[in-house]
C-alpha cells in the first residue's frame, strides 16, 4: 500500500477522466518543512504559516531575517507557486515580543489581520520582506481572518505603500503577485461574490470556518464531538465561496484540515474546488481519491451531500464512496 501511494507522487491530481484537475499543496509552517512537502509530491505551498518566525523571541523579526526565510522557501520550491500569509496572531498564539492585552474572548478578539491593520508599521516590514522574495519564485500573498471589504482594501493600501518603498529604494520584486484571502469567518462565506472583486484568490480555512459557523471552540476537548466538517451549514458556505469566485473568474483553494481529508475530497472536488492544501503526509492519500473518480461522478456526490439533512447521512454516504474505490 505504501509503495502505491509513493507511485502517485509523480502523478497529477486529476480525475480518471481527465476533466477536472486540481492543485495539491502543502501546508508549512518554516523553511525546514519543505523538505518534506517536496518529498511528498506538493505542487506549490498552499498555506507559509509565518507566525512561528515571531514566536519565543524577545523582539519583532526585521525585514531582512524575514526576507531570508521566504526567499529560502520560494527558491525551494521555484516554480512552484508559495502562498505567504501574513501574520496570524492572536486567539490561542500570542507573541511574547507583542503587548497583546488579555481578553474575554481571544478568537472573537483582536487577532490576526485585524492587530495587523492597528499596528501597520509591522504589517508593512512583512510586506517588504515577502514582496522581495516575491523576485525569486512565485508568491502569492494571503490575509486570514479578513471580515470586509474594507479591510482588505485597508491592507491592500499598505501593500502599496511597501511596494513604492521598494520601487523607490530600486529593488525587484513581482509586479504581478497575487493578493488573496482566507475565508474563514462566516460573514464573509456568505459574501463571498462582494469580496471576489478585491481578490485574486479565496483559501478557506476550515478550522477557523468551521469553529465560527457552529459556535464550537476548536480547541475545546468537551464539545469535539460537535465540531463538524460535514455540517450541512459548512458544506453550503464552501459551495458558495467556490462558485462565487469561479462567477467572477477568480479560484478557491482551502488550507484547512478538511482539504486533507480523503473522506471530504470526493465533496470538495465535485463543488470545482480548485487547490487542496494540507500536512504533506496527507497528499498521495487525497490524489488517490480524486484519481479514483471521474468529475460526473464527484459532482453528484456533491450535490447529492448538499440536500443531505445531517452529517452523519452525509459521513455514510462518503464512506460507501471510499469503500467502492479502495
Ligand atoms: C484555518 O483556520 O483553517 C487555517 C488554515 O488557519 P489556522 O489553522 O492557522 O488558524
Ligand atoms: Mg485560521
Known amino acids: 500500500y505504501r509503495e ?80 505567504i500569509r501574513t501574520l496570524d496572531i492572536g486567539g490561542d498564539k500570542r507573541l511574547p515580543c507583542l503587548d497583546m492585552p488579555e481578553e474575554l474572548n481571544p478568537f472573537l478578539g483582536w487577532r490576526a489581520i485585524r492587530m495587523c491593520l492597528d499596528t501597520p508599521q509591522i504589517l508593512k516590514v512583512q510586506l517588504k520582506a515577502i514582496l522581495r522574495a516575491s523576485h525569486y519564485g512565485n508568491v502569492k500573498i494571503m490575509y ?50 462582494i469580496l471576489a472583486r478585491e481578490v485574486d484568490f479565496f483559501s478557506i480555512g476550515t478550522n477557523d470556518l468551521i469553529q465560527y459557523t457552529l459556535a464550537v471552540d476548536r480547541m475545546n476537548e468537551k464539545i469535539a464531538h460537535l465540531y463538524e466538517p460535514f455540517h450541512p451549514a459548512v458544506l453550503r458556505l464552501i459551495k458558495n465561496v467556490i462558485d462565487a469566485s469561479h462567477r467572477a473568474g477568480k479560484w478557491t483553494g482551502m488550507c484547512g484540515e478538511m482539504a486533507g481529508d480523503p473522506l471530504a475530497a470526493p465533496i470538495l472536488l465535485g463543488m470545482g474546488l480548485d487547490e487542496f492544501s494540507m500536512s504533506a503526509t496527507s497528499i498521495s492519500q487525497v490524489k488517490k481519491v480524486i484519481r479514483s473518480l471521474t468529475y460526473e461522478q464527484a459532482k453528484q456526490i456533491a450535490a447529492k451531500a448538499l440536500e443531505m439533512e445531517s452529517p452523519e447521512e452525509i459521513k455514510k454516504m462518503l464512506h460507501e464512496v471510499l469503500e467502492e474505490i479502495k
Open 144 to 193: 486570514p481572518m479578513i471580515s470586509s471589504l474594507a479591510e482588505i482594501r485597508k491592507a491592500n493600501a499598505i501593500l502599496e505603500e511597501a511596494k513604492n518603498e521598494l520601487r523607490q529604494q530600486g529593488i525587484p520584486f513581482d509586479e504581478n503577485l497575487e493578493v488573496g484571502i482566507m475565508v474563514e469567518i462566516p460573514s464573509v462565506a456568505v459574501t463571498a461574490d
Open 4 to 83: 502505491e501511494l509513493k507511485k502517485l507522487r509523480d502523478l497529477p491530481a486529476e480525475t480518471r477522466d481527465g476533466a477536472k484537475k486540481v492543485e495539491l499543496s502543502a501546508n508549512i509552517g518554516t523553511p525546514k518543512d519543505v523538505k518534506g512537502a517536496l518529498e511528498n509530491g506538493a505542487e506549490g505551498i498552499g498555506l507559509y504559516r509565518t507566525e512561528f518566525l515571531y514566536m519565543d523571541r524577545e523582539n519583532l523579526p526585521d525585514e531582512e531575517e524575514q526576507f531570508q526565510a521566504y526567499k529560502q522557501v520560494v527558491e525551494a520550491m521555484n516554480p512552484r507557486p508559495v502562498i
